[in-house]
């Protein structure tokens, strides 16, 4: 917003133009990471849940949904346990998929990282839920 006093002219600044928070979540899902980990690292696992589209060229992943396009960098990838991407636009955030096993249960469950504005807070894990619950039918879980 910007207000004149006494003929100068200053930004304040919005209480929510501070840094964007991490957000995580977790999720259970009911099969194994191996078929997991396909789904949230190949591009055409991606395009079954998490966008309408994705275009890989080496470790830059273009994301299209409805006409927009956002490119990230796979910056950190374990078989079967971890991908991340880096925002382009942004790099100082990235989204990121870790998947854990319990070691007695077996039971599989997905740690989601994102990074948001405390006012997007509840629009993004909003956003995360029903991504989720495309993935989870994808996957029969």
């Not at 207000?3 to 002219?9: E, H, L, T």
């Not at 309408?52 to 079967?80: C, H, L, P, Q």
């Not at 319990?102 to 989601?112: A, R, W």
Request: overall charge negative; glycine content about 4%; proline content about 1%.
């Amino acid at each position: 917003m910007i207000c004149s006093v006494s003929g100068f002219r200053f930004c304040q600044i919005n209480r929510y133009m501070t840094k964007k928070a991490k957000i995580q979540l977790e999720y259970f899902v009911k099969c194994s990471p191996k078929v997991l980990f396909n789904r949230l690292s190949s591009p055409s696992g991606l395009a079954e849940w998490f966008a309408d589209d994705v275009v890989v060229e080496g470790r830059e992943y273009t994301f299209i949904w409805k006409g927009s396009r956002e490119i990230a960098e796979m910056t950190m990838f374990k078989e079967n346990k971890l991908v991340r991407f880096t925002w382009k636009a942004d790099d100082h955030t990235y989204f990121e998929f870790r998947i854990t096993q319990d070691e007695l249960t077996g039971d599989v469950s997905l740690i989601v990282t994102d990074f948001g504005y405390e006012h997007e807070k509840e629009e993004i894990i909003s956003l995360w839920n029903n991504h989720i619950s495309v993935l989870r039918h994808v996957t029969g879980s």
